[in-house]
């Protein structure tokens, strides 16, 4: 057991690792190991369970039907995922779970996670904070799909990342770029190519992952 990534996990951030022992004492649980490229959860599996990641990363999916698959997100060792089928009255998953590197999940049921619920309080507050979280993700989503050109999307992106990291200037993309391309819903090639022009006007600067915005007042422009 990695009690040092569960010690980190959001959702177990109130406890150390001599309070896991009692705390889990009792409660079912599973480890399951993944090799790369694996699936953890296939889209559409009906399996009422959260996973957290003991060790390694795994990549969120969607396959549309006309065979394109765009990545949502990247989760690393302590994050957690299944949150938001945990309690629906479907509980399929609406994406595929993936296996980026050799990794370790533990999962836990609907009758473990209401069990943790009645045994430490302070765990279902960390839940509930932590599915409030997921739908203000869900939001932005959509909020970036709501625009209609690459600039804008790239725009209000880039200031949606300024507020979370506390910056009026620089920040760090959370992702590679072809990932960025994906969470868009746009072209790689579109990516780099509005992202040079930005550059070429002065707008922004760009090495590697950073980013800092050089013309605050353009930028807002394309978003008004």
Known sequence: MNYDALCKCLLFKHCNKDEFQELLSGIEFYIHTYNK???VISEEEHNAKIGIILLGAVEVQKVFPTGKMVTLN????????????????????????????????????QKSVIELFNKEPEFLQQFLRFTSDRILFLNRKIEIFSFSTIREKITYFLFSEMK????????ILPFAKRV??????????????????MKEEGIIDLKGRSITIKKLDELKKEIL
């Open 180 to 197: 960025w391309a994906e969470y868009l819903n746009i072209a790689r090639t579109s990516l780099y190519r509005v992202l040079k022009e």
């Open 164 to 171: 979370l990291q506390k910056s009026d200037q620089s920040i």
């Open 74 to 109: 990247r989760l690393k060792t302590s994050e957690v995922f299944g949150l938001s089928t945990l309690f629906s009255y479907d509980s399929y998953y609406p994406t595929s779970i993936v296996s980026l590197t050799r990794s370790k999940v533990l999962f836990l049921s």
């Open 37 to 39: 490229g694996e699936f």
